[in-house]
């Protein structure tokens, strides 16, 4: 069965500061996607990034960065110079059966506090 | 199109008592899902739809709950007989076939 573990359950930081979500997975299919989302006090959720198993080049979005290693399992996100717009719980998931359009599989979800 | 909708966006209830919530993809994606998230957990999938056919149903999904997508646009999530164990965040998301999940603003439930 597919899981998704998410550690840390809440991080607290001061803006500027360089941050780092870790997500670890399990899954026994060879291909599979992974994702994160952001979900701010409105509650709806914000699609970040999809990474596909086969691809395991990092990616870097204006502040965000994303390091995929499968001889870890990790898919882990980081956020330079956070701001206080930052402030989220962010989502680790994952896709199995070689399509992204599958069911997710989230993880318990990270609490991110950007104090000014 | 902007998005995935849903409505209502709050709904309040009493415990024994059916709701029915409705979600409206975007208007090009032929799936479907239904997620249901408590508070501090992530969501948790409910069952997925491409175009009117429910293709998966998850476990969770206990036989008070139904899902329809007639037409494969919008869909409905009907609670029959609610419990206080059914408060949550039921969250809608719509794809093409084999690209990103989107989510709509969620239904959030309170049964009394």
């Known amino acids: 069965a597919q899981k998704v573990t998410q550690a840390q359950t809440e991080i607290s930081v001061v803006e500027k500061e360089d941050v780092t979500l870790d997500c670890v997975y399990e899954t026994r ?3 599979y996607y992974l994702f994160w989302y952001k979900q ?19 990616e870097i979005s204006g502040r965000y960065s994303w390091n ?9 996100f980081t ?9 989220a719980v962010y989502f680790c998931a994952l896709s199995e059966g070689g399509t992204s359009g599958s069911r997710l599989t989230f993880g318990e979800g990270t609490q991110l506090t950007v104090n000014p | 199109d902007t998005g995935v909708s849903q409505d209502p966006r709050h709904k309040i209830t009493k415990r024994g008592q059916n709701v029915t919530f409705r979600c409206d993809p975007i208007s090009e994606h032929n ?13 948790e999938f409910l069952t997925y739809f491409q175009n009117e056919a429910q293709l998966e149903k998850s476990r969770l999904l206990s036989d008070r709950f139904s899902a329809e ?5 919008f869909s409905t999530l009907e609670i029959q007989r609610t419990e206080q164990g059914d408060s949550a ?4 998301a719509s794809s093409s076939f084999v690209e990103t999940q989107y989510f709509g603003p969620g239904t959030r439930l309170l049964v009394l």
């Open chain 1, 29 to 31: 299919d060879t291909t």
């Open chain 1, 68 to 76: 995929f290693q499968k001889s870890t399992s990790s898919f882990n």
């Open chain 2, 89 to 92: 965040m039921y969250l809608c």
């Open chain 1, 40 to 58: 701010p006090p409105s509650g709806e959720l914000v699609f970040l990034i999809r990474r596909n198993s086969f691809d395991e080049q990092n």
């Open chain 1, 79 to 87: 956020i330079t110079a956070s701001q206080v717009v930052d402030s």
């Open chain 2, 31 to 43: 799936r479907l899902y239904w997620y249901r998230q408590t508070l501090g957990q992530g969501p």
């Open chain 2, 69 to 73: 997508r007639p037409k494969g646009s």
